[in-house]
DNA sequence: GAACACACGTGAAACGTTTCAGAAGGTGAC
DNA sequence: GTCACCTTCTGAAACGTTTCACGTGTGTTC
């Protein structure tokens, strides 16, 4: 590709000329104008703004002129000036591939998707990938997201890495023997994640603090006077899900309060499993029937005031029920839900900075963070709140 | 960088087993491992293969290691055959950069976020995310997520463009004056839009028909036996909110069933301003008291829907409910709700095929596209279906 | 006035790929 | 035996950037 420099010398106007006739950004009269365009026509030129051409047009190499525009070296003020005039006056903007090549860093984040079911409680994780997305750019880097097929996501990941065209990647939706953890571990690929896996595992990693979560709702409805509370779980097994359940645990230990087998339930995490968990709460003696209902999630929570509702129980008045997520849901259903929001704001930018530590081979000061949820209550807890 | 040839003759080694001893990808001899790590490491060399490696192991030059791999110059069958074998040997994979600075194409897609506000219906939105990546994967691109502001977007899809990080864009949630469809129609950047903007802009986009949806939801509840239908619609002016209230009069008009002026009410996109509306309707004189409300959105219909179970008045079987979109949500609520379903993967692959058509400049067959939603009955029009 | 240090710039190489233009060698026709 | 023409391969350039190693010119010091 011929350079701006010869198509003014074939037209036998100055540079900047040049570029203005062939942008539009500044009026050329016709005569000199027609002479470029003829110019650029017979060089095949399209217009493409490079380093050269502004080192052509403020008389520099283009060695000084990538020192002045990324200060990488002293410039003399006068030169510097100049470079800066050249460049704002063709509008410069500096090629990112050129620059990744040479440095051999692509500034990408891979971000992968597994496909989201249907109902599946996915709805948090789009307002994650917009703030990490935010969180990334601060740092000058960007997000590339793929699709990975959920049986082997380890072939995706590898591919990126090994064509060069992501740097690292952050991970959502982890699990407890998670393959990609594993892979990117044993690959040594700078990773950070958004969910726990396992303990012997030491990686990079952000997390709700669902133990605390959980002790937050708990105390909240001691306070309220509620003394026979019952909690649904998922099954055992998870890390996070007992982490969750451990909060109930400890809540109800530091307000010295009985805590009764029965009213730990564990159910799947979908609204019918947990609808017939609240029945069967419900069914207990009623020196024993709890008087709240506590979910591990909103999803769930939903199932029990479904359940309650359709046996004339009076959620809120007769029974408390709390979620968790802080789903946007939550707020819709009757009466709304209590619940714990996470902060998705600050658990992106915190996997984010995680993420540029091990980019940047700075070992971080702290390579595993728990965030607390913050407690939103709502009417279903609450009788005070209740609608009129 | 040194090649893993200079490794290999400094260690005197074979370049395969140079490679395999430094990969780990089979044995090698402890004296010869140990040879080739020294000379890896006074040469300052890390494991990167590159095509020149692939081409020293094969014995012929990289153009021939490029036209072999590629199939994009005649080979003759033996030295294809030894190159694929030394690339597979070497586990070769080729830097994207270097192609694409090369080609100047990255085969990357941009695709902006802006903030979903909390509770605002976009769940569905990380639906089509997926599938887009999917689709635009099949393609061999990739995509770039990147967050903009809702005030000046322009900029962030200027600046990528600008910097060659992406070869075009694909938009969502696009509205009637949007300025993002406005600069790249301008800058003539390629792109792909999911949604309409206004009718003067010629564009490739793929947008639901609203108006069949709403149609075919009048239609099912024409055919229940209903003949006093009202629609809760958008505020008029937006081009999918009118397409949707035309379904509307569309149906009646087919099945000759007069319409009341009352029986069209307008509302913001809100839980609480349809439940308004719904009030207004209920308060009509009996003989003109409709006895199915249709809304354009799932979370409308949910507002109408409490504020129904509120009077005490039963969804389904004294007044049927509908929405559009079927959220996640619209499973949930209590009765279950008829909806509109978008076919999201559809969309997405048929967006994403537009894309492509721009990028490569083939002019599409059709560069604007409608998809019928699908109809999805549940307990909310259809009493049959109520739990029992 | 020679020797040196320093400030400022520059030419050229490098990153990894594709591709152009042409070299080498073989084959067939006359 | 010469020529032309394939087929198969290669050297080198190109993409746009950064950066290394080295000029050049000026001023300072003795």
Known sequence: MATLKQVAALADVPILTAYQALSGSAAVPQAQRQSVLAAAEQLGYTLHVTIKDVAALAGVSIATVSYALNNSAPVSAATRQRVLEAAAALNYRPNVNGRTLQANKTRLVGYGWHDVKRGSSASFLDRFTYWMAQ???????????????????????????QTNRVDGFILAHTNRNDVRIRYLMEARVPFAAFGRANDRWDFPYVDVDGR?????????????????????????????????????????DAAALPVHSAWVRRAENSSAAAAAAAAELMALPSALRPTAIACVSDLMAIGVMNYLNSRGIRVGYDVAVSGFDD???????????????????????????????????????QRQILVAPQLIVRASTDPKRQLP
Chains 1, 2 share one sequence.
């Open 327 to 365: 789903e946007p849901i939550a707020e819709l259903v009757h009466p709304p839900l209590t619940t714990l929001r996470q902060p998705v704001d600050d658990l992106a930018a915190q996997v984010v900075a995680l993420l540029m530590a091990e980019l940047e081979r700075i070992p971080a000061p």
């Open 135 to 161: 969180a990334v750019e601060s740092y000058g880097y960007h997000v590339l997201t793929f699709a990975h097929s959920e049986e082997s996501p380890t072939d995706a990941y590898r591919e990126l890495i």
């Open 212 to 252: 605390r979560g959980v002790e937050l709702v708990t105390e909240h409805l001691i306070e309220l006077g509620h003394t026979r509370i019952a909690l649904i779980g998922w099954p055992e097994g998870s890390l996070s899900g007992d982490a969750r359940v451990q909060g109930y645990f400890d809540a109800l």
